[in-house]
């Protein structure tokens, strides 16, 4: 049985390390008001522990907390917690970003792809209403070629490295075409490769990357194109890194049930199983010493 306390002072530890440069020494965002006694630091490390522990629930995690309510001292309560959390969304994807650097610091090969991500049933897309907070952030119906399915929510876009990490993510209306993400953060990846499927298939696009930005994006060819020839073995191998990403995030963090009702809860939602993950292959490399090939078996980190 994962041990919540020690887990949650490993993690509160490395929190306050990586974000030394926006917290106090209490570990609260400066902001004007009175000072909380369950710093922003622990909020954070709180919810990267649930994650990591695979508590998909809140309210369960609070039902667990109730067991170790002495050795949490000054414990908000879970409306509060949520809402924290919401609003420390800035410092978490900081964490990340400095977390997942460390992880493919010097790397340049990369690997694109999406998931769906459907917010309800099928049979319900017209009658939901959350998310509907702006028109940006509204969902719609998107088709997923992998599964032969139609469905309502949104698309999750990924970059890794070859070893599993993701560098970056976003999240787009599920009718979005996919190489449009690519556009968003192509000036972070000048001369590094990338690989993608057919669904970033667009000679144009992929003309404009390189010439631009010096991006060189592979993806398989079409069978009925001219000139076809298959993609390399060892390029197949590396794009199924972030497939396993996202079979992770689908069966061990649970990215597939929604209990948000609003689009920024979504937001964080999806931002701290990510960060979560992202630590978990930290910690593998950093504290178990594993190799690169084994940095994506994250289930069984913690104790």
């Known amino acids: 049985m994962y041990n919540l306390t020690e887990n949650f002072n490993k993690i509160l530890v490395i929190v306050n390390e990586k974000l030394s440069n926006h917290l106090n020494s209490e570990g609260n965002v400066n902001r004007r008001g009175p000072k909380p006694k369950f710093s922003d630091a622990q909020v954070i490390a709180l919810n990267l522990t649930a994650e990591c522990l695979m508590l998909d629930s809140e309210n369960y995690l609070f039902k667990k907390m109730k067991k170790h309510k002495n050795q949490f001292v000054n414990l908000i309560d879970r409306s509060n917690f949520n809402r924290r959390k919401k609003n420390l969304f800035k410092y978490m994807e900081i964490m990340r970003k400095h977390l997942a650097q460390s992880l493919s610091e010097g790397e340049d090969t990369f690997v694109v792809d999406s998931m769906p991500l459907a917010i309800c049933?099928?049979?319900?897309?017209?009658?939901?209403?959350?998310?509907?907070?702006?028109?940006?952030?509204?969902?719609?119906?998107?088709?997923?070629?992998a599964q032969n399915t139609t469905y309502y929510g949104y698309k999750l876009h990924g970059l890794t490295s070859v070893n599993g990490v993701i560098t970056d993510f976003d999240l787009s209306k599920a009718s979005a075409a996919d190489i449009h993400f690519l556009n968003d953060i192509k000036e972070k990846y000048t001369g590094c490769l990338i690989l993608g499927d057919k669904a970033y298939l667009s000679d144009p696009r992929q003309t404009s990357l390189f010439e631009e930005n010096r991006l060189l994006l592979k993806t398989p060819m079409r069978a009925n194109q001219k000139d076809y020839v298959k993609q390399p073995a060892v390029f197949r191998k590396v794009r199924k890194?972030?497939?396993?990403?996202?079979?992770?995030?689908?069966?061990?963090?649970?990215?597939?049930?929604?209990?948000?009702?609003?689009?920024?809860?979504?937001?964080?939602?999806?931002?701290?199983?990510?960060?979560?993950?992202?630590?978990?292959?930290?910690?593998?490399?950093?504290?178990?010493?594993?190799?690169?090939?084994?940095?994506?078996?994250?289930?069984?980190?913690?104790?």
């Open 121 to 145: 049933k099928f049979s319900r897309a017209k009658r939901i209403k959350i998310c509907k907070e702006t028109y940006e952030s509204i969902p719609d119906y998107g088709f997923c070629a």
């Open 241 to 303: 890194r972030i497939e396993t990403f996202f079979s992770q995030l689908y069966d061990q963090f649970k990215i597939n049930r929604n209990y948000a009702k609003s689009f920024s809860g979504l937001a964080t939602r999806i931002l701290s199983k990510i960060t979560g993950y992202t630590l978990l292959q930290f910690l593998n490399k950093f504290e178990l010493k594993v190799d690169n090939s084994e940095l994506c078996k994250v289930k069984h980190v913690l104790i």
